[in-house]
C-alpha cells in the first residue's frame, strides 16, 4: 500500500508523510536533530525526490551561502537513514526524505519509473513476514529491508502505446 498522509508542503509542494517530523526516528523514540542534519533533512524533503550526496551539497550551498565538506553530508546521511529519517536507493546512488509513516527498521519497497523517474514509497505487512521468515530459516540477522523495483508508473504506462 501507498503511503496517503495529510498534506505537508515545503515550497508549494506536497510531501505528505515526510520524514520532516523527527519524532519518527528511532521508532517513536524522538531525535533531535543538529542543524545540519535539520538542515539535509529539509533540503531533502523540499526536493521531493532523489538527491545525489554532491547535489545535496549544491543545494545546501545554494540555500545557506556556505557549500558544506562532503564528508559532513555523507555522515549526515548516513545518521538519517539509519534513524529511519532517509533512504538511499542504491540504483541512483541517491537519498531520499521517508514518505512514509513507518518504523524505522520497517521492510521499504521502491517503485521506481524507467520512464519519468517518480518514486513511489510503499510497505506492506506481507512483504515484512516473508522477509522476516526468510532471513530467520537462514540463521540471518537483518539490519535494513529495501527493495527496488524498476517499470512504469501509472502515468507513463497510460501514455505509452499497448
Do not use: W
Not at 549526515?76 to 531520499?96: C, K, P, Q, T
Amino acid at each position: 500500500m501507498v503511503s496517503s498522509h495529510a498534506a505537508h508542503t515545503h515550497g508549494g509542494r506536497d510531501h505528505s508523510g515526510c520524514a520532516h517530523d523527527p519524532s519518527r526516528a528511532g521508532e517513536g523514540d524522538g531525535l533531535a536533530l543538529t542543524p545540519s542534519r535539520q538542515r539535509i533533512l529539509d533540503e531533502l524533503c523540499a526536493a521531493g525526490r532523489p538527491v545525489g550526496a554532491y547535489e545535496m551539497i549544491d543545494m545546501v550551498a545554494a540555500s545557506t551561502g556556505k557549500r558544506p565538506a562532503p564528508v559532513s553530508v555523507y555522515r549526515a546521511l548516513d545518521f538519517l537513514v539509519e534513524n529511519g529519517l532517509v533512504h538511499r536507493l542504491a540504483s541512483r546512488n541517491a537519498f531520499m526524505a521517508c514518505a512514509h509513516g513507518h518504523k524505522a527498521r520497517d521492510p521499504v519497497v521502491f517503485l521506481i519509473c524507467d520512464s519519468c523517474g517518480a518514486v513511489s514509497e510503499a510497505t506492506s505487512a506481507g512483504i515484512s513476514r516473508s522477509l522476516a521468515a526468510l532471513a530467520a530459516g537462514a540463521g540471518f540477522s537483518s539490519r535494513a529491508h529495501v527493495i527496488e523495483l524498476a517499470g512504469a508508473c501509472a502515468k507513463c504506462k497510460a501514455a505509452s502505446p499497448a
